[in-house]
């Protein structure tokens, strides 16, 4: 059975840092994409990050609003897929989601609807 866990959230304060991991099973993690998405209330669900499978040189895509701040990784077993997120603001805050396309490669898969599997999603509130 595939499935995707995500963890690692919580609240923070502005300039914090906080590490999300999904961490899969039922399937190789490494032959496909990976994304984080999140997703604010009253707001469209957005990709943040996305990286790439191995042999898809493990590209790395970020989202405008979180390029220098957030880092996407895999660890060594490439059983789980991390997202360090660094200078947090508030507006970082939402339902954080990791999700997996049908695809290797991240430029493939740009809107939620070309993702198949879906994690339950961990909250991040970032205030003071």
């Known amino acids: 059975q595939v499935q995707l866990v995500e963890s690692g959230g919580g609240l923070v304060q502005p300039g914090g840092s906080l590490r999300l991991s999904c961490a899969a099973s039922?399937?190789?993690?490494?032959?496909?994409?990976v994304a984080w998405f999140r997703q604010a209330p009253e707001k469209e669900r957005e990709r943040v990050s996305c990286?790439?499978?191995?042999?898809?040189?493990?590209?790395?895509y970020y989202g405008d609003s979180v390029k220098g701040r957030f880092t996407i990784s895999r660890d060594d077993a490439q059983t789980t897929v991390y997202l360090q997120m660094n200078s947090l603001k508030p507006e970082d805050s939402g339902v954080y989601y990791c999700?997996?396309?049908?695809?290797?490669?991240?430029?493939?898969?740009?809107?939620?609807?070309?993702?198949?599997?879906w994690g339950q999603g961990t909250q991040v509130t970032v205030s003071s």
């Open positions: 999700a997996v396309p049908p695809f290797r490669i991240c430029e493939l898969a740009s809107r939620d609807y070309e993702y198949n599997y």
């Open positions: 039922g399937f190789t993690l490494d032959y496909y994409a």
């Open positions: 990286i790439s499978s191995s042999d898809g040189h493990g590209a790395t």
